[in-house]
């Protein structure tokens, strides 16, 4: 193919453009006679700043716009940090490739006054930030006795927040500070073992048309295969239970010795009752794994937990 021009659908921010860009390079690298041009579109998400995440639902909340404009013809791909995904994908649409995946640990930045360097040393009635559910969950498991306080923004805007603060720390992605080149923050990393990561923490997700037998032979050189089907196991965990920002869920896939291992935690928001379970199994069948994990935990008591929340009783 020559001559041939593809338009990258952005959002805006400094996290997302990084991701674009990456893809953009990368795509350049394997097809250097293709264009590439990144075009920002403005989301939900993008323009409710106000208000918490868990608040205001997210069905599409940071990939609708992006996904209108591919179902347009407007922009020919979609780049998006995978955790932002609905497991169901609108008609027409696939997730044509995720890149391979970066670390998928949640990190812990303490207050720049403050020597706490482990979320364990945070003193009793201590104050941590993170504007996710399930972070909030595992947090107050580990310490029931911290107070949790709700934080939204990009990466600068958050790190002003806590600079200006009394809190104690906050909790965030270990992949995004590391894409912007600000590991330095990091006090502690939060093995994901014991702190589970949200579903598809870490990895990139590229959207197209499902039938552009264009622009669907230039992305599949970006896909990584054990990424794509780690994820594709938690994201079926996701799917069967239905949750999404307002669920404290984490779950977290990987292959090892040719097998694919999936830990998952269903939590209630205080952090006193949680369903753990996990599940290994050929990783060629991730989506069947994660849909039986999903059901373990059901049975095991995630299901009363869930309808709880979504009630608001819990």
Request: include cysteine; glycine fraction near 10%; aromatic fraction near 2%.
């Amino acid at each position: 193919m020559t001559n041939r021009k593809i338009v990258i659908g952005s959002r805006g921010s400094e996290l997302a453009l990084w991701q674009s860009q990456w893809v953009q390079r990368a795509l350049s690298a394997l097809h250097s006679t293709v264009e590439v041009e990144i075009r920002i579109i403005k989301t939900k998400g993008d323009k409710i700043l106000d208000s918490p995440l868990s608040s205001i639902g997210d069905k599409g909340l940071f990939t609708k716009e992006l996904e209108n404009a591919l179902l347009d013809g407007s922009i020919d791909l979609a780049v998006h940090s995978l955790k932002d995904v609905p497991t169901v994908i609108p008609d027409g649409l696939r997730i044509a490739a995720v890149c391979e995946r970066e670390n998928v640990c949640d990190v812990f930045i303490s207050h720049p006054s403050k020597g706490h360097k482990r979320l364990i040393d945070v003193p009793r009635g201590g104050i941590v930030a993170t504007g996710s559910l399930r972070r909030r969950c595992q947090v107050l498991q580990l310490r029931p006795d911290i107070q949790i306080a709700d934080i939204r923004g990009n990466l600068g805007t958050r790190i002003e927040k806590l600079n200006q603060s009394r809190w104690d720390g906050m909790i965030l992605a270990k992949a995004g500070i590391d894409r912007l080149g600000r590991s330095g923050l990091i006090a502690e990393v939060l093995p994901a073992i014991q702190f589970l990561p949200a579903v598809g923490q870490g990895a990139l997700a590229i959207e197209s048309r499902s039938n552009d037998e264009t622009v669907l032979p230039l992305v599949f050189g970006l896909d990584h295969t054990a990424s794509h089907q780690a994820t594709s196991g938690e994201r079926a965990v996701l799917r069967r239970l239905e949750g999404g920002c307002q669920i404290p869920i984490g779950a977290y896939g990987r292959i090892e010795n040719g097998e694919l291992l999936i830990d998952a935690i269903v939590g209630s928001l205080d952090g006193t009752r949680a369903v753990r379970s996990s599940i290994r199994g050929i990783p060629d069948q991730s989506e069947q794994l994660g849909t039986t994990l999903a059901q373990d935990l059901l049975a095991r008591g995630a299901d009363k937990i869930l309808e709880e929340i979504r009630r608001g009783t819990a």
